[in-house]
């Protein structure tokens, strides 16, 4: 089976630190999703104006697979540490959404924000709440359907058992403009850090929305040192 790339999704990260480890998480998150030539045609999204979210299917393409020689003899691990759980623990690479997986396909629920007709890149979506780094290939769109993709009241594994915890934000620079300002906290109360780091002392570099990003995390808080045009 050979597949390719139907499309390619623009957002605000260059790389990938600071991206949402799921979707939606940062619903003020803007991306557009732009087809290949071959896929330029309307009719094919002929009807997603009535959806509100689509499914995306697309490949980890940042990640580190090593020489040819490497990913023949094994590129996967069949244990991983999930970033909830401190990096400190193991589970099967297929109890978890880890990245680095015997095919690098990642699934993504994300929000129809329009539907458009690009005069240069024929139809686009734009879409809300993407957790893709800049450029990634994407392999399918279906759309999300409520009555069979929604079950609330299913068991998560030990995702169940961890609390939710957001960061509280406070910008000691000059607050961008409102969308961006509005995004870029969504970003930061995540607490894009690995889970193993806690030093409050520590500057992190954020790239987003072409700008570099200076934080530090102490506890509960997190503070935005300078937003610096890239």
């Known amino acids: 089976m050979e597949i390719r790339p139907i499309a390619h999704i623009r957002t605000e990260f260059p790389e990938k630190f600071g991206v949402p480890r799921q979707s939606s998480l940062a619903p003020s998150l803007q991306g557009v999703i732009v087809f290949e030539p071959e896929f330029r045609n309307p009719d094919a999204l002929r009807g997603l104006e009535d959806f509100d979210r689509i499914w995306l299917i697309w490949e980890f393409d940042r990640n580190r697979r090593g020489t040819a020689q490497e990913k023949d003899e094994k590129s996967w691990s069949a244990l991983v540490r999930p970033p909830r759980l401190g990096g400190n623990s ?20 994300v929000r129809v924000a329009s539907i458009e007709i690009d005069k240069n890149l024929g139809p686009v979506i734009n879409v809300l709440g993407a957790d893709l780094v800049d450029g990634t290939p994407i392999y399918d769109i279906k759309p999300y359907v409520t009555y069979a993709d929604a079950f609330p009241e299913s068991r998560s594994g030990f995702v169940d058992k961890q609390q939710k915890k957001t960061l509280a934000v406070e910008y000691l620079c000059d607050k961008p403009e409102e969308s961006f300002e509005k995004a870029l906290t969504q970003v930061i ?25 200076k934080f530090r995390v102490e506890g509960d808080k997190a503070e935005i040192l300078s937003i610096d045009k890239i």
């Not at 690479?93 to 629920?109: K, M, Y």
């Not at 109360?189 to 990003?213: A, C, T």
């Open 90 to 109: 193991s589970m099967g690479v297929f109890a978890t959404r880890s990245p680095f997986r015997p095919n690098p396909l990642g699934l993504s629920c």
């Open 189 to 213: 109360s995540l607490d894009p850090r690995p889970s193993y780091q806690d030093d409050p002392q520590r500057v992190y570099g954020l790239s987003f929305h072409e700008h570099n990003i």
